[in-house]
């Protein structure tokens, strides 16, 4: 569900992105818009807290799962404030527009904005926390294991970024950016996730029993965070007109997913990078 946050500042947003296109079109001013693609990668969701519930689904009817007296004595129960290690995410391609301007009275600074596309991936892993609330049931030593299979991820983006640029040379100018970013997220995938039930069940006294399998209510969330965006990259100006840009991008943003599968009150914070590439068109008043 979409945040007071969310929706303050997507109203920000949007405002931002009014004022840039109202800027942008004085034909007295340096103005671009672009196209660009490239590649997501090290993605991540590290610091990430969950609570567990172990009645996820019917597993607590699987024969062998737990003892029936260890059954009863959780049923219903919920194991919050987890520590998790830290997902991985799949590398992907991503992909966007953007238009910017820069200020006549100072040239070097100016406003971009960004929409983007990217679709990192939760990649099938191993899920394994610690710090249980209650270590005594379903871990050995507070911490247990499960493999979470893969589910997919779309990202849409729009960003309002803060440029500085140097003209170093003639045909070579040097900027940074940094911005405010609003995402929406979209996450769909199977139900199912797997049970690692080797150690707990032995330290419980019951049968030790491989991965089990369970099937719950399909993944299907969305939502809307909000996040910041680094960048810094080189203006390549094939011509007066014409240009290629070349730039490193850092995203980070808060996640919070209520329920991830057997998982509760998923939350932590996004982090990745982006090399991309944009063929330019500048327009108006060129200062370089």
């Known amino acids: 569900m979409k945040s007071t946050f969310s929706r303050r500042f ?44 172990p009645n996820y689904a019917d597993s607590l009817q699987i024969p062998g799962f737990l003892p029936p007296s260890v059954g009863q004595a959780i049923k219903g129960a919920k194991f919050a404030g987890a520590d998790m290690t830290d997902t991985k995410l799949d590398e992907s391609f991503t992909a966007g527009v953007k238009i910017g301007h820069y200020f006549d009275s100072i040239p070097f600074l100016g406003v971009e904005g960004e929409l983007n596309y990217m679709k990192p991936d939760f990649v099938q892993q191993d899920f394994t926390t610690s710090n249980l609330n209650n270590p005594t049931l379903l871990t050995s030593n507070g911490v ?69 399998l369970v099937d719950g209510p399909p993944l299907k969330h969305d939502t809307f965070t909000g996040g910041l965006q680094a960048k810094a990259g080189i203006r ?28 509760n009150n998923f939350r932590g914070t996004f982090s990745g990078h982006q090399i991309v590439a944009a063929l330019v068109y500048r327009f108006g008043n060129i200062k370089w």
Do not use: W
């Not at 340096?30 to 609570?51: L, R």
């Not at 007109?241 to 599968?261: I, Q």
């Open 10 to 53: 997507s109203k920000h947003l949007i405002l931002c992105a009014a004022i840039l296109l109202s800027v942008g079109m004085k034909a007295s001013a340096e103005n671009y818009v672009g196209v660009q693609a490239g590649v997501s990668f090290a993605n991540k969701i590290g610091g990430t807290k969950v609570d567990i519930d």
């Open 144 to 212: 247990t294991t499960k493999n979470q299979l893969a589910a997919s991820i779309h990202d849409f983006s729009g960003t309002a970024s803060l440029m500085l640029r140097y003209p170093a040379f003639k045909r070579v100018t040097p900027y940074v950016g940094v911005g405010p970013s609003l995402h929406y997220i979209r996450i769909r995938g199977t139900g199912t996730t797997a049970m690692n039930t080797d150690t707990a069940t032995e330290a419980l006294g019951g049968p030790i029993t491989p991965n089990v």
């Open 236 to 263: 390549f100006n094939v011509t007066k007109h014409l240009s290629a840009d070349v730039e490193y991008k850092y995203n980070y943003m808060p996640v919070r997913l209520d329920p991830y599968r057997d998982l």
